[in-house]
T-cell receptor
Framework: DSGVTQTPKHLITATGQRVTLRCSPRSGDLSVYWYQQSLDQGLQFLIQYYNGEERAKGNILERFSAQQFPDLHSELNLSSLELGDSALYFC??????????????FGEGSWLTVV | AQTVTQSQPEMSVQEAETVTLSCTYDTSENNYYLFWYKQPPSRQMILVIRQEAYKQQNATENRFSVNFQKAAKSFSLKISDSQLGDTAMYFCAFISGYALNFGKGTSLLVTP
């Protein structure tokens, strides 16, 4: 158990809908990262937050957004969903401001299926 | 741009044997970190081993060790005494800034 908690574990929704994925980082970790894992794109970094502020952006679509709350949990919002958004979405956390010098621990992921 | 290349999409090894997974990366940075993550069928990402670029000594964690060649930008993972539970996807990953960049992965099958 990495200590990173993600909910829901599985989610099926229709095209055009909006979903929210939730993540609680490990106790004491201030950084939260979101990754998308799909068959054709592999593991893609989406976005990182540190102590409530956005720190880095990767290949995140405009239809996607995220935030980190004062209690440090984070939510990833996916809207206007398309079939191609079906993927495993990972949340990860680390102690420091960025990944550099820190070990990143992953949650078990949220499986999103868009039908 | 930082890139990570794993040239072996699939590998197979017999139980108790040794296997080496390859990884190369491209960066202009001098200080960075490299990782190997394991993803078993459960799909969870599990940290296997970590290497800091400024350390010349190769990292070792029990049956897992790395061969880090900084000049060649190579970072291979050696699994000794392979066990059935080692069956998984293995991802090489690289940090130089804010986040991990992953290779495409190597699917390792350990057979009895």
């Amino acid at each position: 158990d990495s200590g990173v908690t993600q909910t829901p574990k599985h989610l099926i929704t229709a095209t055009g809908q909006r979903v929210t994925l939730r993540c609680s980082p490990r106790s004491g970790d201030l950084s939260v990262y979101w990754y998308q894992q799909s068959l054709d794109q592999g593991l893609q970094f989406l976005i990182q937050y540190y102590n409530g502020e956005e720190r880095a952006k990767g290949n995140i679509l405009e239809r996607f957004s995220a935030q980190q709350f004062p209690d440090l949990h984070s939510e990833l919002n996916l809207s206007s969903l398309e079939l191609g958004d079906s993927a495993l979405y990972f949340c990860a956390s680390s102690v420091g401001r960025g990944a550099f010098g820190n070990t990143i621990y992953f949650g078990e992921g949220s499986w999103l299926t868009v039908v | 741009a930082q890139t990570v290349t794993q040239s072996q999409p699939e590998m197979s090894v017999q139980e108790a044997e040794t296997v080496t997974l390859s990884c190369t990366y491209d960066t202009s940075e001098n200080n960075y970190y490299l990782f190997w993550y394991k993803q078993p069928p459960s799909r969870q990402m599990i940290l296997v081993i970590r290497q800091e670029a400024y350390k010349q000594q190769n990292a070792t964690e029990n049956r897992f060790s790395v061969n880090f060649q900084k000049a060649a930008k190579s970072f291979s993972l050696k699994i000794s005494d392979s066990q059935l539970g080692d069956t998984a996807m293995y991802f090489c990953a690289f940090i130089s800034g804010y986040a991990l960049n992953f290779g495409k992965g190597t699917s390792l099958l350990v057979t009895p």
